[in-house]
């Protein structure tokens, strides 16, 4: 499949496709592969509805740089594999994680697309994530020290991918990155950073959704007496505290289970923590030996965890930690490592 956009070698010159949202992280990525001698072919991808006018900044960039660059409309396609899967995954009681999904089922495949529509051999990013070559296999590579490191982001970005993605802000972090596009005079040096998913454009999630699911609602219950009745499941995910709205209690209490029946658990904190997660439609990138010991994020924020990990058939699963964790959230995605290197990861099934 495609094997004959897999290059052995990345001499300068060679033509690289380059998502551009038009902030100043892809707009430095932009510098960089021209500086460093690539010649840059730059994409925007419209994502969902939205005036063409929100690429302006991208385009600018572009011009101002001298490189050739595209929009491209995938609304369509965006809308079927993320958009539907986000309001799905909340209907359901879970808690989706659209940008981990995004980037290898949307960002990534469509900027593969692009590449081999525009003649390119490799694809960059603006992520702040490395790479790293280890036993002949492609790895992107965390680092934990770095307070924007988005590699868990990537944990679903499958081999071929990694084969063919550039970072070209590897190890270096933002405010570094905002100073290069101050002395490149790029006007995009200061733009502030997008929150959350895209499509929400910074609204509230609950706003977002509304008119767009079928609410599931129940009772909150506490040690097995109900206690007022929730406005739908959509609405709470597990490990929630704020927004709970219930009173007159000593201690506060947690989301720790939303149940088929639309019903939802509420308890202490000490409460929420599990020992271990069971994981299903796996992305799995070099070799993961049986019983091995790994480290492993549960979410973004999170440091990295030690656990040992057990494959299962069915492109499952299973993970045991060391210590308790917080409220581990079936829809999310768990991260894997081995010694920084991101190995994989998948989807949380349910808690142990």
Known sequence: ?????????????????????????????????????????????????????????????????????????????????????????????????????????????????????????????????????FEGVDHILGNPLNPKDQSYYLALVNSLFVQLLVFPLSGREKEDVRQIAVDAGLHVAQKAESQDACFLEGGDYRDYLKGRIRDKKGWFIYKGERLKEHDGVAYYTIGQRKGLDIGGLAEPLFVVDILPSGDIILDEKYRTGRWGVMLEKMNIIGNIENYSQVDVKLRYKMTLQRAKIEILPDNRAAILFEKHQFAPAPGQVAAIYKDNRLMGGGFISSAL
């Open 1 to 133: 499949m495609a094997q004959e956009y897999i290059v052995q070698d990345f001499p300068a010159g060679s033509r690289v496709l380059l998502g551009m949202s038009g902030g100043v992280d892809s707009s430095v990525t932009a510098y960089l592969l021209q500086k460093q001698g690539y010649e840059v072919i730059g994409v925007s991808l419209k994502l969902y509805d939205m005036p063409d006018s929100r690429f302006d900044d991208a385009k600018a960039v572009a011009s101002k740089l001298g490189i050739e660059w595209h929009l491209a409309d995938y609304t369509e396609l965006f809308k079927a594999s993320i958009i539907d899967y986000y309001v799905a995954t909340y209907e359901r009681g879970e808690t989706p994680n659209p940008c981990a999904k995004c980037n290898n089922d949307a960002k990534t495949y469509y900027l593969f697309s692009e590449m081999k529509k525009h003649r390119c051999v490799r694809m960059a990013t603006g992520h702040y994530a490395g790479k790293v070559e």
